[in-house]
């Protein structure tokens, strides 16, 4: 089993930055890629960007250049740098894991909010 805790999120203004964290424990090891998704009201969850377990990137294409995912293996953390926020960025954004054997897990949520 793999836990994820998201923290981070909050509300801020256009043009504004976050950076959100993921915490992971359990089977660290089983992991072989993370991302970050989100999801309106109504709405399919959407990757968001991703880093596998050699590093490599995907990002939404939405979220290039404003958006960066980066990983902590010293303390099992992922992060995402979101700079540039736009309104359309509010939602509800989710840590995910892929793991071996086909499992996958997910954070609680943390919410997002860009408003003026």
């Known amino acids: 089993q793999v836990q994820l805790v998201e923290s981070g999120g909050g509300s801020v203004q256009p043009g504004g930055s976050l950076r959100l964290s993921c915490a992971a424990s359990?089977?660290?090891?089983?992991?072989?890629?993370m991302g970050w998704y989100r999801q309106a009201p109504g709405k399919q969850r959407e990757m968001v960007a991703s880093i596998t377990r050699s590093g490599n990137t995907y990002y939404e294409d939405s979220v290039k250049g404003r958006f960066t995912i980066s990983r902590d293996n010293a303390k099992n953390t992922m992060y995402l740098q979101m700079n540039s926020l736009k309104p359309e960025d509010s939602d509800v954004y989710y840590c995910g894991a892929g793991a071996t054997a086909g499992n996958n897990y997910w954070g609680q949520g943390t919410r997002v909010t860009v408003s003026s």
């Open positions: 359990g089977r660290i090891s089983s992991i072989l890629v």
